[in-house]
Structure formats: structure tokens, C-alpha cells
């Protein structure tokens, strides 16, 4: 049974016991919370996904609670365990879904040393992915959702999760986060994206979330072989730009922009460079994101 | 003494009997690797089932965290062999020996406790007289000091067997620069000249190590008798790891080790470590330690307390409970680590001290809060 099929109240109860399962397909969690508003938005936002069993073993157990005491009087709060462990601050109460997606995101980055971890999104058509690394503001969470909606397969938003033994690209499929003018910019792009509520004032401004479709969370245990690096910077007006990439700086940029590659050592530098080799390299400047989202799948298609 | 607490022995089996992981069901993974995580010993666990099970035998999902443990290890380890190698030459223009303390150590001389253990920071051991200029050079070199408030400052440096933590960039680790192994004021004392007399040079390597039974000893105090025992059974898995090396079960090694801690003053220490590793890993030779004629007999009240309430917090527990009782546990403790740390005339000023920080600190967050 999906998030979206099951009874509200049912959900609550489940997720305030023992815990709900969810896999993202290359990890999996199990989360508990006895906030009946985060349930509602947790339904939301993972529709798609199969409520799992919990028990067995998780990659990370994820609990997020009001703080309790006196303080939480004057300024309530809630806080995520990761495994049991309150790792970080407290996020104000009205803003437990992006407690629960951020903390979620730290403790997968923290434990899966078994993977190359880009920060990256990524989808595929066609078999080949298109890997999107990129700093805050390049508007690649907006690009990401916006190919997603328009026949490409989401695999992450937030990480490239890279199988070591041959540079295939896994998907770790989550609700993509949306932030600021991006988060209007989607909604007029796809109205019919399913787009959870609007956070305002957290550390990153307004952020949405927005749900993975179901057919891309059917598909979340299916690899992808590396087809494009593209390194997108959002510019107003600027209209779509391709300009290649050297593989030599394309590698370079995407292990400074990894989450582990210093970590694995070997095994990431020889995982990295295979998905360089394979790939084609560009940089994207785009102001316009229908036609950004047009010729990367014309690159792709250059490919096959 | 009390056996460990129920929450921790999922963890404590799977260390003790690394070849019983065959049989474990995933729902005891659940508990085992997050357990192992959190007391920093992921690593030593994949290091130790790794040694006997083929991990063909293993779920895919556990081979995953285990080999995490690994590969954290192993990156620690390489930031420490690099960054003692980015400050050989600096230390080469100073009085040495250089010696190595806990990690490093166990890592420059490969001791199999070392395979999978997570370092926390490098921490190296100089003559005092050497310090100053040693400080300064490496200040030259690109080092920082994490800490740079003057009280911070003057704590290390005036009370403190080491100075403040230092960092580099491009450093993973932090290097603490030590003089000794004990705080100079504190209520047990190293014999410092001693330690420096009979260390050990590492063959092939700049750098020398504690002779083995200091490099115990200073593994006891810096878990009885410095730390409030908070999840730090880590540091009680490298005593038991010293304690078969040595090992304890030789009459002749037992008899050095406590001439050695009375040399020292750290009968009491070693007693309580001997204890705690007998209840939590059963080492041999831990019973002949404790009924040794030259150990104190016996804990006073107040030892037997400290005792059970550490055993209590030691164990990475079942952190889903936040009870009164663990949290009193550890209040008690980290008093009673401050109290050994240093006199009482210096613990009130210090905490003195902490609390006029603490309160200028929140006035000036307030006013910046509110300008802002």
C-alpha cells in the first residue's frame, strides 16, 4: 500500500508505534514521529512510496519529537534523532517536514561510505543519466524537478549516488526541495506537480517539497549508466548556453563537490573517473528552463 | 561489580564472539551497527567479524555499514601518517623525542587494536622545554590554535598537560601538543621524567612511542581518571586490547604494570580499569590485577558509586531513553572529572569563570540579536 492509499489516522498510528518503512532504493529508513501534522505531510510528500514494513534492518532510523521541558513553552521546537542520537539544533516546531528531509539527507551522507556521494541531481532517459553537480543558487534542484516532470526519470536530487564497482548511477529517490522563486517557477511549469506545503523563514528561506512520481519510485531500484555531466548555473535572461567541459576539470569540480570522495579514497578516484570518462561534459548557463530542459534531451539524444 | 547495562550487550556479544555474527538475524543488525556507531567502534567491529567470517555469509545491507566502519578508519589513519608527515620537518629543528600518544601510537607501531579504531586527533607528546619554540614554528608553519579566547588560552596553558588543540588547513585531523599525559595540578600526577626516560623508539619512523606499560597506563587515566566515562567505551576496548597485548595473564608483565602504576600513583586507576574490563569484556588476567597485594584493597563508598555509575553511561545505551537517572549519572561524573582535574580553589574559579563567559556571551547575543 502507497502513502497516498493509506487511511490518515491508520498512518499515524503506525508511524507514532513501531515506525514506518520507506526506501529511497539505494538506502532505506525507517521513521517515527507522533506528530500527526508531520504525518500529513509525510503522506504528501511520499505518496507514491509503499508504506514498508519496519522492522529488519535500516540504513538509518530517523525520529523526529517536540522537545519537551520548560523552555519549549516560550519557543516550541522539534527535534530528529538519527539512530538515536540528537546530532544537531533543534528546528522550530512549524517546520518539521524540512527537520525530517534535511536530517534525513545528514545521516544518509554520514553513513553510506559505500557509495560515491555527489551532490548532485540525477535523471535518466533511455538508460543514459544526466548528472546535475552544482553549489546552492545554480538552480539545479529547479532544473532537476523540472526534467523530472517533463518525461525524465528522477533518480536524486540531493545526492549522486555512485555504485563503486562501475560508475552506475543509483537512484536515491526523496522529495526534492524546492527553494524560493523556484518553488512558483515548478508550479506554473508542471500544474500538475504535487507539491507539499510551503515553509517559510527556514535557514534556506521558503522551502516546498516537491513528490517524486510514482512510476519514478517503481523504478527506484534501477540503475542508470552514465551518460551526461552538466554543471547548470542559473542566469535571468540569459536564454540556453552549452559550452564543454574538459574531463579533467569535470573531475576536479565534481570531487570537490562530493560528499566522501576524500573518504574512499582509491575506490572513489577510480569510480569517478570512470563516470567522467563515460559521460560528456558540459557547462549550462540557462534563464530560460522549457528550452534548457529541450536541449539537454537533445544532448542526451546525441548520445544514443 | 555490575554486569553492563541490558541496552549495551548486543554490541559487547557481537565484539566478544565475532564468529556468532553468522547467525544474526537483520533485526539484530538494527541494533548491533548503530550501536557499534555510536560508540565510535564501527570500524573495530568490521576489523574483528571481518577476521573470522567470510563476508559472502554476511547480508549485503550489513557487509555496507561494515565496510563504513572501515573506510573511516582507514581514512583517519591516512590523515594522521599525513599530517605527522607534514610536521616531521618542522619537529626535525626541535629538541625531541617526539612521542606518540593513544591512536597514533597504536597506529605507528600497527597493533592490531589500531585496525579499525577511529582516531579522534593526533596527539604528540614533546620534552616542555621544547614547547615554546616548537609552538611558534608550527604557528609559522600554517597551524592555528581552534581556541584563541584568552581564558581558553590561558587554561591549557597554565593548567592543562597540553596546549590548545591546533588545526591546519587542509588537515583533517587536530594536533594537541602535550608536555605530559596528566594536568600538572591535577590529583594524580605521571612521573613525566620517567615517561620520557623509558620511551620507545618506532623503527623506522621519527617518532617514538610510551613504553607498553605507560601506553596502558595513560589509556587507564585518560578514561578513570580524566574523562566523566560519558560513551567512551571505546577507550575501554583499547585497555582490554593493551591488556592482552601485554599481556595481564603473564605473572612477570602483571607485576611491572602495577610497579609501574605506583610509580605513577595510578594504583587506583588501573584497579578500576581492571574491574570495568573484567565485567564488560571478560580480559584475562583483569581478576589477578584486582586481587594483586599491591592494589588497593578495596573502593571506599564513594569509589563503589563512581564505579556504578559509570557503568551505567560508559556504553553507547539505549539513547531512546532520556531518564533522570542517566542524566543524573553523568552530571555526578563530569563533576567528579573536574574535581580530580584540579584543585578546589581553581575549580571555583574556573567555574567562575565558564559562568561569566557563558552570561557575557548570551547579553551580547541578546543586544546583537536585537540590533539585528
Request: proline share 7%; hydrophobic share 45%.
Amino acid at each position: 500500500m502507497r502513502f497516498s492509499d493509506v487511511d490518515a489516522g491508520a498512518l499515524l498510528q503506525q508511524l507514532s508505534s513501531s515506525g514506518v518503512g520507506i526506501d529511497f532504493g539505494a538506502a532505506r529508513a525507517r521513521i517515527q514521529t507522533r506528530l500527526p501534522a508531520l504525518a500529513a505531510m509525510i503522506k504528501t510528500v511520499y505518496a507514491g512510496f509503499p508504506v514498508e514494513d519496519p522492522s529488519g534492518m535500516f540504513d538509518l532510523s530517523v525520529a523526529v519529537r517536540r522537545v519537551g521541558g520548560l523552555r519549549s513553552i516560550l519557543r516550541p521546537q522539534v527535534e530528529l534523532r538519527c539512530d538515536g542520537v540528537r546530532e544537531f539544533e533543534p528546528f522550530p516546531l512549524d517546520t518539521p517536514l524540512p527537520l525530517l528531509e534535511w536530517g534525513t539527507n545528514y545521516g544518509l551522507a554520514s553513513r553510506l561510505f559505500c557509495y560515491l556521494l555527489l551532490h548532485a541531481g540525477v535523471v535518466e532517459r533511455g538508460g543514459r543519466a544526466i548528472v546535475m553537480p552544482a553549489m546552492p543558487g545554480s538552480g539545479k534542484s529547479t532544473l532537476t524537478a523540472a526534467l523530472s516532470l517533463r518525461g525524465f526519470r528522477l533518480l536524486s536530487d540531493e545526492f549522486g549516488v555512485v555504485r563503486l564497482q562501475d560508475a552506475a548511477l543509483l537512484p536515491m529517490l526523496r522529495p526534492l526541495a524546492l527553494k524560493n522563486e523556484s518553488i512558483e517557477v515548478i508550479a506554473r511549469f508542471a500544474p500538475e506537480a504535487v507539491i507539499g506545503p510551503r515553509f517559510p523563514k527556514t535557514h534556506k528561506g521558503t522551502v516546498a517539497h516537491l513528490a517524486p512520481l510514482t512510476p519514478h519510485v517503481d523504478s527506484r531500484h534501477l540503475p542508470a549508466a552514465p551518460g551526461l555531466v552538466v554543471f547548470p548555473r542559473f542566469v535571468a535572461d540569459a536564454g540556453v548556453s552549452l559550452e564543454a567541459v574538459p574531463k579533467g576539470h569535470a573531475f576536479a569540480r565534481l570531487a570537490v563537490n562530493s560528499f566522501n570522495y576524500d573518504a574512499l579514497g582509491p575506490e572513489s578516484f577510480d569510480a569517478l573517473g570512470k563516470l567522467v570518462q563515460e559521460s560528456s561534459c558540459w557547462q549550462l548557463r540557462y534563464g530560460d528552463l522549457p528550452r534548457a530542459v529541450e536541449s539537454l534531451g537533445k544532448l542526451l539524444d546525441t548520445l544514443n | 561489580m555490575t554486569p553492563p547495562p541490558l541496552s549495551s550487550r548486543p554490541l559487547l556479544e557481537a565484539l566478544a564472539d565475532p564468529r556468532s555474527c553468522t547467525g544474526y538475524e537483520e533485526s539484530h543488525w538494527d541494533k548491533v551497527i548503530p550501536l557499534a556507531r555510536r560508540s565510535r567502534l564501527l570500524g573495530v567491529l568490521a576489523h574483528r567479524v571481518a577476521g573470522v567470517v567470510d563476508s559472502s555469509r554476511l547480508p549485503a545491507r550489513v557487509n555496507r555499514h561494515l565496510n563504513a566502519g572501515i573506510i573511516e578508519a582507514r581514512f583517519r589513519r591516512q590523515k594522521a601518517l599525513h599530517l605527522l608527515h607534514v610536521i616531521a620537518p618542522v619537529l626535525k629543528r626541535h629538541q625531541g623525542p617526539w612521542v606518540l600518544l593513544k591512536g597514533a601510537a597504536y597506529i605507528a607501531q600497527d597493533l592490531d587494536l589500531a585496525h579499525g579504531r577511529l582516531l579522534a586527533d593526533a596527539d604528540l607528546m614533546v620534552p616542555r622545554s621544547a614547547l615554546a619554540d616548537l609552538e611558534q614554528a608550527l604557528l609559522r608553519a600554517g597551524w592555528e590554535f581552534d581556541k584563541t579566547e584568552a581564558y581558553d588560552q590561558h587554561y591549557y596553558r597554565a593548567w592543562s598537560h597540553q596546549l590548545p588543540p591546533m588545526r591546519a588547513a587542509g588537515q583533517v585531523l587536530e594536533l594537541d601538543l602535550h608536555h605530559t599525559i596528566l594536568p600538572p595540578i591535577g590529583r594524580v600526577k605521571a612521573n613525566t621524567e620517567r615517561l620520557f626516560a623509558d620511551a620507545v623508539a618506532v623503527s623506522g619512523s621519527l617518532f617514538h612511542v610510551l613504553s607498553l606499560d605507560d601506553q596502558v597506563l595513560h589509556a587507564v587515566v585518560h578514561l578513570v581518571h580524566d574523562s566523566d566515562f560519558a560513551g567512551r567505551l571505546r577507550d575501554l576496548v583499547d585497555i582490554d586490547g593493551l591488556f592482552r597485548l601485554l599481556p595481564l595473564t603473564d605473572p612477570d608483565r602483571r607485576r611491572l604494570l602495577l610497579d609501574r602504576a605506583r610509580l605513577h600513583g595510578m594504583e587506583r586507576p588501573l584497579r578500576m580499569a581492571a574491574e570495568f574490563c573484567d565485567a564488560w569484556f571478560r580480559t584475562p588476567g583483569c581478576r589477578e590485577v584486582m586481587n594483586a597485594s599491591s592494589s588497593p584493597r578495596s573502593f571506599s563508598l564513594y569509589g563503589a558509586s563512581v564505579m556504578r555509575l559509570a557503568n551505567r553511561v560508559i556504553g553507547p545505551g539505549d539513547a531512546e531513553s532520556s531518564a533522570i537517572g542517566g542524566a543524573l549519572a553523568r552530571f555526578v561524573l563530569e563533576s567528579r572529572a573536574l574535581w580530580l582535574r584540579m584543585p578546589p580553589w581553581m575549580l571555583a574559579y574556573h567555574g567562575g569563570a565558564k559562568a561569566t563567559r557563558a552570561l557575557a556571551r548570551r547579553v551580547s547575543f541578546r543586544e546583537s540579536a536585537v540590533r539585528g
